[in-house]
């Protein structure tokens, strides 16, 4: 993999976790069991955020970061 391969990489995974509440999801997700399903109103439970906020976040988290 080139230098350049892996700033751009290092480059979409900051900004896919710059965000305070998508740091917390992607923690919640990592402390599922791998076989338990999630779905936003589990996360939003989770979270002080709107439902609407937690969907925008995770979108954005999940296409930037592959979760």
């Given at each position: 993999m080139s230098a350049e391969t892996c700033r751009k990489g290092l480059a979409e995974l900051s900004k896919g976790i710059a965000h305070p509440a998508r740091v917390e999801?992607?923690?919640?997700?990592?402390?599922?069991?791998?076989?338990?399903?999630?779905?936003?109103g589990d996360i939003v439970d989770a979270l002080?955020?709107?439902q609407s906020t937690v969907e925008g976040v995770h979108q954005d988290t999940e296409s930037v970061s592959r979760i």
């Open positions: 999801i992607v923690r919640i997700l990592a402390n599922r069991p791998t076989d338990a399903k999630c779905v936003c002080p955020l709107a």
